[in-house]
């Protein structure tokens, strides 16, 4: 089988819904569908989302059509990682990292789907299962909410069978944060998993006074408390606090995650299949802290599911709450496994 070539699709549009982190204001839907034919009539189809930046997914449909799609005419869609290579080194004069690995990362997962298309087989079977359900919680309470709504959002994921939450955290000062905490911790009971996510806000030392504060509340994990590039302050953040760091959300290649992971700056490992560098990364990233005994936790779920039912460390995939359509029912806390072949989701 050859690849004949691409198509590309690209949505942009306002969120209904504004949600803010400690940072940002995530005010988009954007969109770019990647597929790729083949001579023999199977296609392989990823989706890469943007929150925000409305021009991005345009940016990133430039990149694949006349780039990066043009480089994998011809090639056989098995050698996944033999065409990874290809497009590293003819992405490296302008940087790899940054937009080209999100275009990287969609060649590969439409590859992944395309194989298991091939071979009508989901991709979870092809990668060797360790189980057929991940342990899912939800991430719902953004910065935009007042303590009532994050009552409300909260109560609303333990009833959907979600094992915990997650919240923002750094918006405002510390006693804002410890207002918010005891808020959800109250609806969803003393057992359940409860995460804090600064996305970046803080420096070391308002990382480190935050960071006990969270510990005395019991708080599952502390995710991204400095710049994601920070891997010396992660390592002595990590030395001085029991409460584990969580990251990985914002590094582009695996390359970006050694140091860190040999270092014991991360306690929760947490890729993102997009800055990642897709699947492939993702599953390699995944087992090279399996080596070192770190738990996996995906940045996001859709397609990573595939990577979470593979590898032997995972923990948790992350959800927001579940689609009111019903397609999909949470079972002892957990996400099954989805039937179709590919990387099919319940995504959609
Ligand atoms: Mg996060």
């Not at 480089?71 to 940087?95: C, F, M, S």
């Not at 999100?102 to 789907?113: F, T």
């Not at 960071?211 to 502390?222: I, N, P, Q, T």
Request: hydrophobic share 40%; proline share 6%.
């Amino acid at each position: 089988m050859r690849i004949t070539g691409i198509g590309v699709e690209v949505v942009s549009e306002p969120k209904r819904h504004a949600v803010r982190d400690a940072l940002q204001l995530l005010d988009r839907n954007g969109r770019t569908r990647l597929v790729i034919e083949t001579d023999e009539g199977v296609t392989g189809v990823s989706d890469t989302y943007f929150g925000r930046l409305a021009s991005s997914p345009a940016v990133l449909g430039q990149i694949l059509t006349e780039q990066l799609g043009p480089a994998i005419v011809g090639e056989d869609p098995a050698l996944i990682r033999q065409i990874r290579q290809k497009l590293r080194a003819l992405t490296d004069y302008q940087g790899t990292a940054g937009l080209s690995t999100y275009g990287i990362s969609a060649i590969d997962l439409a590859l992944w789907d395309l194989l298991g298309k091939s071979l009508d087989a989901p991709v979870w079977k092809l990668l060797g299962a360790q189980r057929t359900a991940i342990p899912a919680y939800a991430m719902v309470g953004w910065l935009e909410l007042d303590v009532a709504g994050l009552e409300q959002v909260s109560a609303r994921a333990m009833e959907q069978g979600f094992r915990g939450v997650k919240m923002k955290v750094g918006g405002g000062p510390l006693t804002e944060d410890v207002t918010r905490i005891k808020a959800v911790r109250a609806v969803i009971g003393p057992d359940a998993p409860l995460m804090v996510d600064a996305n970046q806000a803080f420096d070391f030392h308002e990382a480190l006074r935050r960071g006990r504060v969270y510990e005395e509340l019991d708080c599952r994990w502390f995710e991204e408390p400095l710049p994601a590039d920070d891997t010396e302050g992660h390592i002595r953040l990590a030395d001085k606090l029991d409460l584990p760091i969580a990251t990985g959300e914002n590094r582009y290649g695996q390359a970006a995650f050694r140091d860190l992971v040999a270092g014991g700056g991360v306690g929760v490992i947490q890729p993102d299949l997009r800055r990642a560098g897709g699947l492939t990364d993702c599953l390699e990233i995944g087992l090279m802290a399996a080596g070192f005994g770190i738990p996996y936790a995906s940045h996001g779920g859709g397609a990573h599911i595939h990577v979470l039912a593979a590898l032997p460390n995972t923990i948790y995939v992350e959800s927001g709450l579940l689609p009111s359509d019903g397609r999909v029912e949470l079972v002892d806390g957990c996400y099954p496994l989805p039937p179709g072949p590919g990387l099919s989701s319940w995504d959609g």
